[in-house]
């Protein structure tokens, strides 16, 4: 259930989107998707230290907005997550939604986090509902660490297509990334732990 919503004309505050931050550009090719999988794939033991130094030595932004020791405009809030637009959008519509639980990444989810899960997509879904966008335009996913750039759970909701060029393009795309794993696939990956104990 969506609690709060941000007016049109208010002006984000940190974290939003940054003005000109979406590059209106055509789709990366499907042969620049495959090149760009494999370089995710060689670049893996690079992205593995800098998570291990990164976790060690960064602060986690998206606690300190939970703990409200950050200001952050919020498009939605619910007693399960907020929604918030991302600073480093790659379509016109890129919505972070982060739980009040504190969890390290989708592969720290355990069997009891699949209600967690299933509030997140709603959550989800009714903010991108809010903001106009179609149903069959939507993605969500999630990063897979070592690729992501903040230690707590976030599903990203995006509008489709994804307009940012290049790897940061290619890496949400669910045909070809080897890193952005979609909402079903993470939900399937939990319920399999739950299953093998």
């Not at 060029?165 to 993470?186: C, E, N, T, W």
Request: charged share 25%; glycine share 4%; proline share 6%.
């Amino acid at each position: 259930m969506v609690t709060s919503k941000v007016h049109p004309e208010e002006e984000p505050e940190s974290p939003g989107v940054k003005s000109g931050s979406i590059i209106p550009a055509d789709n990366v090719t499907d042969s620049e998707k495959r090149q760009h999988a494999v370089m995710f794939r060689l670049l893996y033991p690079f992205f593995r230290l800098k998570w291990s130094i990164r976790r060690a030595t960064i602060p986690n932004v998206f606690m300190k907005i939970l703990a409200g020791k950050i200001k952050a405009t919020l498009i939605a809030e619910n007693e399960h997550c907020i929604v918030l637009r991302d600073l480093h959008s790659v379509s016109e519509n890129h919505l972070l939604v982060i739980p009040r639980k504190k969890i390290e990444s989708w592969k720290q989810c355990s069997p009891e986090d699949l209600d967690l899960l299933r509030a997140m997509k709603d959550t989800a879904m009714e903010a991108l509902t809010s903001l106009g966008v179609a149903e069959e335009a939507r993605a969500l996913g999630f990063m897979t660490p070592p690729y992501n750039t903040q230690y707590q759970l976030h599903l990203h909701a995006l509008e489709r297509p994804v307009t940012a060029k290049g790897l940061r393009g290619s890496a949400f795309d669910l045909d070809y990334s080897p890193i952005f794993k979609s909402m079903d696939y993470v939900q399937e990956q939990v319920a399999k732990k739950k299953a093998r104990t």
